[in-house]
């Protein structure tokens, strides 16, 4: 039994390891670096492109739960983040190249699967595919896939944040610290006063962008991940509500209260990048540069990367797609990842995830996997494919698409004890119901 998947990315590589691991022979195409997609920057497979953060490990967060749930089913690639995992907090972040040198050693040892360097400019026909091309799928594939759908493909924007070298922060003016002192004290954060903060934001008002094409015009952002001058044209104070917000930062050797912060995350495993959280942005570079150095504690910092926007492709899933992520008009073809709707690093792991497993499933004659709407992954995909969106837009674990608790009020009044429940009724369902 053989399939094909189209893209070695986070879900394609995944999807590609499980189906192996049933049995399946998979000849896995991924066109880097024969064609390149603007946004990575190595030849590697499963390559983070942005920030180096998977988000929360807490069970009580929606992006938590999702984690435990695809450990459950033996992600590979959960595992292998959690073995090159840097300090984070309560949040799952990586060492970027080790993680994805160590998925091309799986991959490339792996007898079952065929890993081969080309562009795949047509859905093949003759074979089984999953295809996991994400966000930035070759342009001849994704005129393919529109006469396929018959369709116009949707379309919103992703930015990335700069990241700097770390010997060139000022430690006189940053601090190490972690919000409220929770857990270890892994973030750089580089304070400011009023003056400082006002400085900043009419340095950020007033940079020149990198213009838009014509078509890409009327695009939208998606919203949990606005470029830095977005949020800041919302208003003077948007970013000291978001990614600048001071509170629970106080510099130890000060004692003093800050009006805004700009926090930085460890980027990779000897410590020597970190990137600026909440600062994807599509600025020149050279108007980047005069912000990032506008920053108390960065006057000095080395850029290693600046940020960039890409046009993020999706599917119009509601219409394509079952939950178990199989296409509707064609049984032997299944998507995954961010191209299928639903946005972020864990979900993109996830779908490859049960995608692999369906599709082998499918191959084998056996059932396919639906999950419960009590599991974030059956919400999510739930989610996707249902028909009652007027105007489909992507979507990351989040508890309100998760089936109602059944609780009473004063249960459902408090946030923590409810997220619990709901983690709890997930893990519960999927030890009850699957068998992994
Ligand atoms: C600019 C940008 C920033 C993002 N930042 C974040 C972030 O900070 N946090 C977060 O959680 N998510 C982020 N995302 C969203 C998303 O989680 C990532 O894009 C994620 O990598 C998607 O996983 P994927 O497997 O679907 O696609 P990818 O990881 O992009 O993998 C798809 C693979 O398919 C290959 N490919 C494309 N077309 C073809 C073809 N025709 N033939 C063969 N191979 C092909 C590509 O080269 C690529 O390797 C970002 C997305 C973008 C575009």
Not at 39 to 62: I, Q, R, W, Y
Not at 156 to 178: L, Q
């Amino acid at each position: 039994m053989k399939a094909a998947v189209i893209g070695a990315g986070l879900a394609g590589s995944e999807a590609a390891l499980q189906l192996a691991k049933y049995g399946i022979d998979v000849d896995l195409y991924e066109m880097r670096p024969v064609k390149t997609t603007g946004a990575h920057k190595t030849d590697n497979p499963a390559e983070f492109v942005c920030s180096n953060s998977l988000g929360s490990l807490d069970m009580t967060n929606a992006s938590g739960l999702l984690k435990k749930e695809i450990q459950m089913f033996g992600s590979f690639l959960i595992k292998e983040a959690l073995n090159v995992s840097v300090p984070a907090g309560n949040a799952l972040a990586i060492d970027r190249e080790a993680f994805s040198l160590n998925v091309k050693k799986l991959l490339e040892e792996n007898e079952k699967i065929n890993f081969v360097r080309e562009e795949v400019t047509k859905i093949p026909e003759n074979i089984p595919v999953i295809i996991a091309s994400g966000p930035l799928t070759s342009e001849a594939l994704a005129e393919n896939i529109k006469e396929f759908a018959g369709e116009e493909h949707l379309h919103f924007f992703d930015a990335i944040a700069p990241i700097v070298e770390k010997d060139s922060i000022n430690f006189d003016i940053a601090f190490y610290a972690s919000r409220y002192d929770k857990g270890e004290a892994c973030y750089i954060n580089c304070p400011m006063n009023k003056e400082q903060y006002e400085n900043f934001y009419n340095i950020l008002v007033n940079a020149p962008r990198i213009e838009l094409k014509e078509f890409e015009k009327n695009a939208k952002f998606f919203e949990s991940c606005l470029p830095v001058e977005v949020l800041a044209s919302r208003g003077v104070d948007t970013l000291r509500y978001g990614p600048m917000k001071p509170v629970g930062l106080i510099d130890k050797r000060t004692g003093e209260k800050n009006y805004a912060v700009v926090q930085l995350r460890q980027d990779n495993l000897s410590a020597t990048m970190y990137n600026l959280v909440g600062f994807q942005t599509n600025l020149k570079w050279g108007a980047q540069k005069e912000l990032v150095h506008s920053i108390p504690g960065l006057e000095n910092a080395n850029i290693l990367r600046y940020g960039v926007m890409h046009r993020n492709t999706f599917i119009n899933s509601p219409k394509l797609l079952t939950p178990a992520l199989q296409c509707k008009k064609r049984e032997n073809l299944f998507f995954a990842g961010q191209i299928t709707g639903t946005e972020g690093y864990t979900e993109s792991i996830a779908t490859g995830m049960l995608a692999g497993i369906n599709m082998a499933r499918y191959l084998k004659g056996e059932a396919l996997l639906e999950l419960s709407g009590v599991t974030m992954l059956g919400a999510l995909t739930r989610y996707i494919s249902s028909m009652e969106h007027k105007n489909f837009q992507p979507v990351n674990s989040n508890w309100g698409i998760v089936d109602e608790l059944i609780a009473d009020k004063k249960v459902k009044k408090n946030k923590k004890l409810k997220t619990e429940m709901l983690s709890n009724r997930s893990v519960n369902w999927l030890m009850e119901n699957i068998r992994v």
